[in-house]
Protein backbone atom coordinates (compact mmCIF):
# COMPACT_ATOMS: atom_id res chain seq x y z
CA UNK A 1 0.00 0.00 0.00
CA UNK A 2 1.43 3.23 -1.13
CA UNK A 3 -0.08 6.16 1.08
CA UNK A 4 1.75 8.56 -1.49
CA UNK A 5 1.20 7.81 -5.05
CA UNK A 6 3.78 8.74 -7.61
CA UNK A 7 2.32 11.82 -9.00
CA UNK A 8 2.54 13.31 -5.43
CA UNK A 9 6.37 12.12 -5.34
CA UNK A 10 7.32 13.72 -8.21
CA UNK A 11 5.11 17.07 -7.21
CA UNK A 12 7.47 17.20 -3.67
CA UNK A 13 9.97 16.43 -5.83
CA UNK A 14 9.25 19.86 -8.09
CA UNK A 15 8.79 21.71 -5.29
CA UNK A 16 11.73 21.04 -3.29
CA UNK A 17 14.01 21.68 -6.44
CA UNK A 18 11.69 25.15 -6.85
CA UNK A 19 12.75 26.01 -3.37
CA UNK A 20 16.22 25.10 -3.56
CA UNK A 21 16.58 28.12 -6.90
CA UNK A 22 14.27 30.24 -5.90
CA UNK A 23 16.71 32.77 -5.69
CA UNK A 24 17.82 31.70 -9.52
CA UNK A 25 14.52 33.44 -10.70
CA UNK A 26 12.28 31.22 -13.22
CA UNK A 27 12.59 27.46 -13.83
CA UNK A 28 11.21 25.58 -16.97
CA UNK A 29 9.19 22.64 -16.63
CA UNK A 30 12.11 20.83 -18.70
CA UNK A 31 14.53 21.45 -16.14
CA UNK A 32 12.34 20.42 -13.03
CA UNK A 33 11.53 16.94 -15.62
CA UNK A 34 15.24 16.69 -16.52
CA UNK A 35 16.77 17.58 -12.93
CA UNK A 36 14.02 15.84 -10.92
CA UNK A 37 13.26 13.03 -13.32
CA UNK A 38 10.05 13.35 -14.00
CA UNK A 39 8.44 12.97 -17.35
CA UNK A 40 7.95 16.22 -18.71
CA UNK A 41 4.13 15.83 -19.80
CA UNK A 42 3.54 14.94 -16.15
CA UNK A 43 5.67 17.88 -14.56
CA UNK A 44 4.06 19.99 -16.90
CA UNK A 45 0.55 18.90 -15.87
CA UNK A 46 1.61 18.44 -12.01
CA UNK A 47 2.78 22.47 -12.13
CA UNK A 48 -0.21 23.47 -13.36
CA UNK A 49 -2.01 21.81 -10.83
CA UNK A 50 0.21 23.52 -7.88
CA UNK A 51 -0.17 26.80 -9.90
CA UNK A 52 -4.13 26.49 -10.12
CA UNK A 53 -3.78 26.62 -5.89
CA UNK A 54 -1.35 29.12 -5.97
CA UNK A 55 1.35 26.64 -4.55
CA UNK A 56 3.39 28.13 -7.55
CA UNK A 57 3.82 31.01 -9.83
CA UNK A 58 3.95 30.66 -13.64
CA UNK A 59 5.16 32.98 -16.50
CA UNK A 60 4.44 32.41 -20.03
CA UNK A 61 6.53 33.62 -22.48
CA UNK A 62 10.40 32.39 -24.13
CA UNK A 63 11.53 33.84 -20.71
CA UNK A 64 9.23 31.69 -18.64
CA UNK A 65 9.21 29.41 -16.13
CA UNK A 66 7.51 28.51 -12.57
CA UNK A 67 9.12 30.02 -9.15
CA UNK A 68 7.29 29.54 -5.46
CA UNK A 69 3.96 31.16 -4.92
CA UNK A 70 4.89 31.83 -1.51
CA UNK A 71 7.88 31.02 1.08
CA UNK A 72 8.86 27.45 1.22
CA UNK A 73 8.48 28.04 4.99
CA UNK A 74 4.73 28.85 4.40
CA UNK A 75 4.66 25.90 2.49
CA UNK A 76 3.40 22.42 4.43
CA UNK A 77 4.04 19.02 2.39
CA UNK A 78 0.40 18.17 3.67
CA UNK A 79 -0.42 21.04 1.05
CA UNK A 80 1.24 19.85 -1.61
CA UNK A 81 0.08 15.97 -0.74
CA UNK A 82 -3.44 17.43 -0.71
CA UNK A 83 -3.36 19.73 -4.03
CA UNK A 84 -2.13 16.47 -5.94
CA UNK A 85 -3.87 13.89 -4.41
CA UNK A 86 -6.39 14.78 -2.03
CA UNK A 87 -6.63 14.02 2.03
CA UNK A 88 -3.80 10.73 2.87
CA UNK A 89 -6.13 8.11 3.88
CA UNK A 90 -5.24 4.36 5.78
CA UNK A 91 -8.25 2.91 5.32
CA UNK A 92 -11.54 3.28 3.21
CA UNK A 93 -13.30 2.88 7.06
CA UNK A 94 -11.74 6.29 7.84
CA UNK A 95 -13.77 7.88 4.90
CA UNK A 96 -17.03 7.86 5.73
CA UNK A 97 -19.58 7.45 9.00
CA UNK A 98 -21.48 5.60 6.43
CA UNK A 99 -18.06 3.67 4.96
CA UNK A 100 -18.33 0.27 7.62
CA UNK A 101 -21.58 -0.73 10.14
CA UNK A 102 -18.71 -1.88 12.22
CA UNK A 103 -17.57 1.59 12.87
CA UNK A 104 -18.88 2.23 16.63
CA UNK A 105 -17.12 -0.60 18.34
CA UNK A 106 -13.83 -1.55 15.94
CA UNK A 107 -11.14 -1.47 17.34
CA UNK A 108 -9.07 -1.67 14.54
CA UNK A 109 -10.88 1.32 12.51
CA UNK A 110 -9.71 3.59 16.32
CA UNK A 111 -6.00 2.65 16.31
CA UNK A 112 -5.86 3.40 12.16
CA UNK A 113 -8.07 7.21 12.80
CA UNK A 114 -5.07 7.50 15.55
CA UNK A 115 -2.33 6.98 13.17
CA UNK A 116 -3.75 9.09 10.20
CA UNK A 117 -4.40 12.06 12.27
CA UNK A 118 -0.82 11.33 13.37
CA UNK A 119 0.60 11.48 9.93
CA UNK A 120 -1.31 14.53 8.80
CA UNK A 121 -0.26 16.34 11.92
CA UNK A 122 3.35 15.32 10.87
CA UNK A 123 3.23 16.40 7.16
CA UNK A 124 1.12 19.07 8.14
CA UNK A 125 4.36 20.83 10.08
CA UNK A 126 6.82 19.82 7.79
CA UNK A 127 7.74 22.68 5.44
CA UNK A 128 9.47 23.07 1.86
CA UNK A 129 12.11 24.75 3.61
CA UNK A 130 12.69 22.01 5.89
CA UNK A 131 13.19 19.80 3.31
CA UNK A 132 14.80 21.79 0.71
CA UNK A 133 17.65 22.86 2.78
CA UNK A 134 19.39 25.48 1.45
CA UNK A 135 17.95 29.14 -0.16
CA UNK A 136 19.42 30.18 -3.36
CA UNK A 137 22.43 27.71 -4.43
CA UNK A 138 23.13 27.86 -7.89
CA UNK A 139 21.95 25.49 -10.60
CA UNK A 140 25.42 24.14 -11.50
Not at 6 to 23: E, W
Not at 31 to 41: L, R
Not at 76 to 92: A, D, H, W
Amino acid sequence: MDILRRNTDYALRAMVYLARYQDDGLVTAREISKKGDVPYQLASKLLQKLNKVGLVESSMGPKGGFRLGKAPSNISLLEIIGTIQGKVNLSRCLLSKDACPHQKNCRVRMKLAELEKSINSYLGNVTLAEIAGHKGRSKK
